[in-house]
């Protein structure tokens, strides 16, 4: 008899590091932004070490960089990054979807979008971040259909990294509505069995995204600056 064992809890680095991480989806630390350990540490209510190797964890994920003699700085978002970010989505999403025409649970991913049909708050960042979460389960549910788990690992990873360029995008725009519209199309064309209308939907999708994202962040009262 094989007895499941209960997950190891959470060491104070696993703590500091998702704390961070959230801070920095969030936008509550903004890219460019420095910050200190000191700093780091009232944030998330922990020491110093964890939160040094915290730090040197999201490094290891880009999310920060070292600066001598000031800390850390949260990554900035370029426009290269948006640009390879929705062109590398733009490649892989359709043909996930296009793979997982047919072998859908239509209840299983109205349930996944329940979320994202609920909406957020654009004014909260950490409402946006709970909707974005949510559509990344929805998405990565769809790509893991296509039977390629290395595409739905890839998807996944994308979706990270856009995930701070959206927060900021949707701090402008209210994409409930469209999103609900454009989910339920996508699942309507995955039951059905029509790939090609499922791909064509993904790239519409993520066209929109793209220029909700570009149009935020290049706005000349954005908040946050993008560098070229």
Known sequence: ????????????????????RRAILATRLKPGETVSETAAATLTGLGKAPVRAALARL?????????????????????????????????????????????????ALERLDAVVRCGY??????????????????????????????????????????????????ARRDRTGEMRAEHGALIAALVAGDGDEAARLAVCEIGTSRTMVMDALLAPDAATRIAT
């Open 1 to 20: 008899m094989i007895v499941a064992l209960d997950p190891p809890p959470p060491t104070l680095t696993d703590q500091a590091t998702a704390a961070l």
């Open 59 to 107: 490094a290891d994920e880009g999310l920060v960089q070292p600066v001598p003699r000031r800390g850390w700085m949260v990554s900035p978002i370029t426009v290269r990054d948006i640009h390879e970010v929705f062109a590398l989505r733009a490649l892989l999403e359709p043909e996930a979807a296009r793979l997982a025409a047919g072998r859908v649970d239509a209840g």
């Open 121 to 170: 708050d654009p004014a909260d960042p950490e409402s946006a971040l709970a909707f974005l979460e949510a559509n990344r389960a929805f998405h990565v549910a769809v790509a893991e259909l296509s039977s390629n788990r290395r595409l739905a690992r890839i998807l996944g990873r994308l979706l990270d990294e856009a995930t701070r360029m959206l927060v900021l995008g949707l």
